[in-house]
């Protein structure tokens, strides 16, 4: 069971991270902004997590990393979305809101 629970992390941040970089390449510590701001500080995304995620991400084609200035001129990888990233995006993104519909069903259901 806890392998489970552990997966069902696994993709939801991957889905995040490829929603986040939808609109264009961002350095990790921005994801983990993007990510902290647009879901109101409900959720926080660890560099433990996160950097083993990108790297995944990275090997199975759905990102691409370039190395950049960031807003504080420092050196930092930018990530970005490929192609399939995308259509990874939109997979990932219809079986979320199935499986939010299935929950909601559940959840009002008496």
């Not at 510590?29 to 990108?54: C, F, N, T």
């Not at 199935?98 to 069903?105: Q, S």
């Amino acid at each position: 069971m806890q392998n489970s629970k552990a997966e069902l992390l696994q993709g939801t941040l991957d889905l995040l991270i490829l929603k986040t970089l939808n609109p264009g390449p961002l350095h990790g510590y921005a994801i983990v902004q993007s990510i902290q701001k647009r879901s109101d500080d409900i959720l926080a995304v660890e560099e433990g997590s996160l950097y083993p995620a990108l790297h995944r991400m990275e090997e199975k084609g759905w990102i691409a990393a370039e190395w950049g200035r960031s807003e504080n001129n420092r050196r930092a990888k930018f990530y970005s979305l490929t192609r399939g990233g995308r259509r990874q995006l939109e997979e990932e993104t219809a079986i979320w809101e199935r499986v939010c519909r299935a929950i909601t069903l559940v959840l009002t259901t008496v």
